[in-house]
């Protein structure tokens, strides 16, 4: 439907730097990803929020917050995972462009979310693209009615802060990659070129499959994983954190 | 040059910088033409195929490509032929494939060619002739098959939807085959059994409508049947001989240039066969027939009256609304997801009059459209948004009339489209940074809590919270404190051991709690704790006790996101698995849940989807949780157990879709593993041979020869590991869809059993003393027992004891589960309220329903169940009783 005003080649005039396949592969992945890109948030949209907005294209999977990677709090884009490409379609189609805590939001294809990717790439620690706007932001800063919201946002609660849990604490954040399983996908590896399966995303896992294998053997594997999740991996990445930001730019 | 035809082709008749200053359509035409004529010699095939594509997507510019069609073909009758030529394919292939869009664009475009002197009139005659005798046919006992009726009064449709666009020149050429094939439709007309829609309407009583708008006005209800509704607009435009102020009509310019046109041969279509009806049919099979025929040519609209025919109809015919809605609709179709296009088109119609009002009226009726509407709800959000936007002095206004005039009337509004209707405002206030002239909706306050209009604003509070923040909408009513009433609370959790609840829980749990917390918090390891639970907590608690103690803790240290509550679910799954491994168990544990969350209806949703997705809560035990007594109670007064409820139908119903898909792959993968095995096999035996054969070569070759025999060895074997490992991915998905579907059978009977219980119990008690109002079971014996239910309800003695008896005995069993309600209104409106929910999830999920109807007969529907539960259900369902 609708090929008339549309490039249907044309996914997404970005190319993330992070990819390290061909453009073909990249490509590919858009076509096949069930997982999206949303920019322009708000720090202080929740993930209740988005999840509202985007189960109304489909059953969502996860969510996963961009963070600043100095303060651990969201930095103004997330990634949302569902469970089939139609949904993912819908997204893009429908979602992008509407209003969320008074920002219109920005929705994309996306190549598939891998651990590390939800670190705001900016020198400062959040999105490269907040540095070129700190004084000057049109969609928030532009009018007054914009600077009432900004203010609002900002006194209404706290943002959530996902590296030290508030209140009853405990919880290790786990690894954020598909299934689980995100150590054998280290970046470290991947920047020397083949570590780890670029076209994991086209793996999709299954609502049927959140149970556990019987034996529990995976869980436990896992949860050995989350025990030593390495948080703190921002140092070796650092060095190339001045590129795009969270995945876009 | 090239992008030149290709943007005047597709801008025609729009006032855009390709066409420059010119302003009439005609010019346009003739512009395009002179380009196209040009160009046709070198780019003829691209031209050919973006006509064609642009005649099917942007077909309220049919008129205009005709008459450019028609120009064309007095210098190029080649290229015209083409162009015939493919129209005839693609009617073919429509006809073929059960394409309703492309079927009734197509006839149109044909009518129109037939305007512009491309195709003679007595060939377009023959369309029209082998669609009503195809469809005639269908209807008739003996020789068709009457199940198939939606195809052939889709057929008809088709014939009198081209009408408007060459209706006049088919009266002046050939006016005796005209009317041939409306006598035609005629007699098919009174052939065929009228549609009722009774479970399809968005309001209660239709003909309440016309009075409740700004002037009442009385009015006919038009039928609701939509072929009887065209054929009566099709009829007052014949009185008016033929005129239609919406369908421009440009090849009027052209006649005189036609005048030496040549026409071309259109073939005559074959028409497919019906589906034959099923041998013995009984009427389950036909009726699923009748389901499929309905599914395959689904209603495409059905009208919405939300204002006074003032503002809508008043100054226009009944077939120029029925072309603007063709227009509109049209546009909303082949145009989703083109947001900018979709919405310019929507305001920028060729029709000489204004038509906002008719415009709302079209989207929500597209939104609130039964069972289905064609596309997500979030898309009509969006095109609202767009119109709002495109049309900022007019379409915001229309919109807040429209919203108006469905609440006043939401008492009658099925339960399915008030969800959607808050679902729609919410989100669109959203978007409109939450402004709403709430103080006009404060009377609501006076209401009792139950009251329709109260629970609707309600709702949409609760819907606008979850989209933004408590203290963002709470600013939006501040105009009117009263309503902050309706909000509802702030949503964060109620941890019944947080210290401020103290006291309201034994101090014995609360220690417990406070110790597993700091279990947990101290990263001991899931077996660890497990042991912690097992020594400690199992012994001295209840079960009760301990479901709370340990899912309360474990779901508020995770209360701070939705992916610290996942991640918690999945990190402590096999706690929450043991401690709750059976329904009575879970239906605790979803209660906890909802006891926790209790302040935030989503969070409940999200934490119940989440857990029956991890396999803690089995969907029957979310079932009887939502038929609870303290639920039923509330099944009028708020929406979120049927979220619930329809958040784990769904979850079971995408579990069998998924794996059915992922069934298809892995046979076609099988496939393919299957050849590959076999062709490396081959190799494999021809190296082999090659091996044999070389034994007089010398050394060097025989060791080249024998590693690639090694080779072909190695890579048959992976094909054959790789073949096992196929086959072996299909049977273990095999076996899962085959427990997904006793799933999902185990789901719905379990639904119906527990509606068909609650309802007898209820319906079967008489409402306490009414002030006058009327008593609804009195009603029903007068009417839908005897029109419905024939068979529960005879008159014969002997079922009239056995009835009486079995009430007895199921008050007896039931007695003190549920209450009936003090208030007999409200008690109504409990009943209302509930019939509607099983009225919508019947329709709603019809199709998977229907596959177990036989059991369902057997089990469930029996003549135990009360008769209005039974004709609820079977009209949700479309069954005729």
Request: hydrophobic residues 35%; glycine residues 6%; negative net charge.
């Amino acid at each position: 439907m609708a090929r008339l005003f549309k490039n249907p080649d044309q996914l997404s005039a970005y190319r993330d730097r992070r990819f390290l396949g061909s453009q073909d592969e990249f490509e590919h992945a858009l076509r096949t990803s069930t997982t999206v890109y949303v920019g322009n948030l708000s720090f202080y949209t929740t993930e209740e929020q988005i999840y509202e907005v985007f189960s109304r294209t489909g059953e969502l999977k996860k969510i996963i917050m961009g963070l600043d990677k100095n303060s651990k709090t969201p930095c103004g884009f997330c990634f949302v995972l569902f469970y089939t490409r139609e949904d993912t379609e819908d997204a893009v189609k429908y979602i992008s462009g509407t209003i969320l805590d008074d920002r219109p939001i920005r929705v994309d294809f996306d190549w598939g979310f891998q651990e590390g990717r939800q670190w705001g790439r900016g020198r400062s620690g959040g999105q490269v693209r907040d540095e070129y706007r700190t004084d000057y932001d049109p969609d928030i800063l532009n009018c007054c009615y914009g600077k009432l919201v900004q203010k609002e946002l900002e006194v209404r609660r706290q943002l959530v802060e996902y590296d030290q849990p508030v209140g009853m604490g405990g919880v290790q954040y786990p690894n954020l990659g598909e299934g689980g399983g995100g150590n054998e996908f280290r970046r470290g590896k991947d920047r020397h070129g083949n570590g780890g399966n670029r076209h994991r995303e086209g793996r999709k896992r299954y609502r049927d499959e959140d149970a556990p294998p019987a034996d529990g053997v995976k869980r436990q594997d896992r949860e050995l994983k989350v025990e030593k999740n390495p948080r703190f991996r921002e140092k070796g990445d650092s060095d190339e954190e001045d590129g795009g930001d969270g995945g876009k730019s | 040059m090239s992008a030149s035809w290709h943007s005047l082709l597709v801008r025609i008749g729009e006032r855009c910088p390709e066409y420059g200053g010119l302003a009439d359509a005609e010019e346009h035409v003739e512009t395009c033409f002179g380009y196209l004529a040009r160009d046709l010699s070198h780019n003829e095939s691209e031209i050919l195929a973006l006509l064609m594509q642009c005649v099917e997507e942007l077909p309220h510019k049919d008129p205009l490509y005709g008459a450019l069609v028609g120009l064309i073909n007095t210098e190029d009758r080649e290229f015209v032929g083409k162009v015939v030529n493919r129209t005839h394919a693609g009617v073919q292939e429509a006809l073929d494939t059960d394409n309703c869009n492309k079927l009734r664009i197509l006839t149109r475009f044909l009518t129109v060619l037939m305007c512009n002197s491309v195709v003679s009139p007595t060939s377009l005659i023959e369309l029209y002739e082998s669609l009503v005798s195809s469809a005639a046919t269908t209807v008739d006992e003996e020789t068709g098959n009457p199940a198939w009726q939606a195809r052939a009064d889709f057929y008809v449709f088709c014939i009198l939807a081209s009408l408007p666009w060459g209706g006049i020149e088919l009266s002046e050429r050939v006016p005796e085959e005209l009317e041939r094939v409306l006598n035609g439709i005629e007699a098919y007309l009174n052939l065929r059994k009228p549609v009722v829609y009774s479970a399809l309407q968005v309001f209660e009583e239709s003909e309440k409508l016309v009075e409740v708008g700004d002037d009442t006005e009385m009015k006919l209800p038009e039928s609701e049947d939509y072929l009887e509704n065209l054929w009566s607009s099709i009829q007052a435009l014949m009185e008016n001989s033929w005129k239609v102020d919406s369908v421009p009509r440009p090849h009027l310019s052209f006649e005189s240039r036609f005048v030496n046109s040549q026409t071309h041969d259109f073939d005559p279509v074959l028409i497919p066969d019906n589906p034959k009806a099923p041998e013995n049919a009984t009427e389950i099979t036909l009726g699923r027939q009748r389901q499929e025929a309905e599914r395959t040519y689904p209603r495409r609209n059905m009208r919405l009256r939300i204002f006074p025919s003032s503002k809508t109809d008043e100054k226009i015919t009944p077939i120029d609304r029925f072309v603007v809605e063709e227009y509109l609709l049209d546009v909303l179709f082949y145009l989703n997801g083109c947001r900018k296009e979709c919405a310019a088109y929507m305001v920028g119609l060729p029709v000489p009059f204004r038509y906002e009002y008719i415009m709302a009226e079209t989207v929500f009726s597209q939104l609130l459209l039964l069972p289905k509407p064609p596309f997500r709800l979030i898309y009509y959000t969006v095109v609202m948004v767009d119109l709002c936007k495109a049309l900022p002095g007019a379409f915001p206004a229309v919109v807040a009339g429209a919203v108006r005039a469905l609440f006043k009337r939401v008492a009658e509004m099925d339960v399915e489209c008030r969800i959607r209707l808050v679902q729609w405002l919410s989100h669109h206030l959203s978007n409109f940074q939450f402004v709403w002239p709430w103080e006009e909706w404060a009377h609501i306050l006076d209401l009792p809590k139950w009251a329709p209009e109260r629970v609707f604003a309600k709702e949409v509070l609760e819907k606008e919270v979850r989209l933004a923040y408590w203290e963002k909408v709470k600013d939006s009513v501040t105009s009117t404190p009263r309503l902050m009433e309706l909000l509802p609370p702030k949503n964060t959790p109620v941890y019944v051991y947080a210290p401020e609840n103290r006291g309201s829980v034994p101090e014995a749990e609360t220690t417990l709690a406070t110790e597993f917390t700091n279990l947990v918090r101290g990263k001991k390891t899931v077996r660890e704790i497990q042991v912690w639970i097992d020594e400690r907590i199992l012994p001295t608690q209840g079960q009760q006790a301990s479901i709370q103690i340990v899912a309360q803790t474990l779901l508020y240290i995770g209360s701070k996101s939705f992916t610290h509550t996942v991640t918690v679910l999945e990190k402590y799954g096999q706690i929450f698995r043991k401690i709750a491994p059976d329904q009575t168990s879970q239906i605790l544990m979803i209660d906890t849940v909802s006891q926790l969350w209790r302040n935030s209806a989503q969070m409940t949703a999200i934490v119940i989807d989440r857990m029956m997705g991890y396999r803690m809560v089995s969907n029957l035990s979310i079932v009887a949780w939502v038929f609870s007594p303290q639920n039923v109670q509330q099944f009028h007064t708020s929406d979120q157990v049927w979220e619930i409820i329809r958040n784990a139908i769904n979850k079971t119903n995408n579990r069998t879709v998924d794996l059915r898909k992922e069934i298809a792959a892995a046979e076609k993968a099988l496939k393919l593993a299957t050849a590959g095995t076999a062709k490396a096999y081959t190799k494999w035996e021809a190296a082999v041979a090659a091996l044999k054969a070389a034994e007089a070569k010398s050394e060097d070759n025989r060791n080249a020869l024998s590693a690639k025999v090694d080779w072909a060895k190695t890579v048959a074997d992976k094909a054959q590991d790789e073949e096992t490992s196929a086959q072996d991915s299909l049977e273990s998905k095999e076996a899962l869809l085959a427990r997904a579907l006793r799933e999902q059978e185990a789901l719905f009977m379990a639904v119906y059993q527990s509606f068909a219980d609650l309802l007898t119990d209820r319906l079967s008690k008489s409402v306490p003393e009414s002030h006058g109002a009327p008593n609804p079971m009195e009603d029903t014996k007068g009417e839908d027992a005897d029109a419905q239910a024939p068979v529960a309800m005879e008159p014969d003695e002997e079922n009239i004891e056995e009835d009486g008896t079995k009430q007895k005995n199921q008050e007896d069993v039931i007695n003190g589960t549920t209450t009936l309600f003090a208030d007999a209104q409200e008690e109504e409106q409990w009943r209302k309220c509930t019939l509607g929910y099983l009225r919508a999830i019947s329709r709603q999920y019809c199709d998977e329903v229907w596959l177990l109807m036989e059991k369902l007969d057997s089990t469930v529907f029996t003549d135990k169940v009360h008769p209005l539960v039974l004709s609820t259900t079977y009209a949700g369902l479309q069954r005729s009783s």
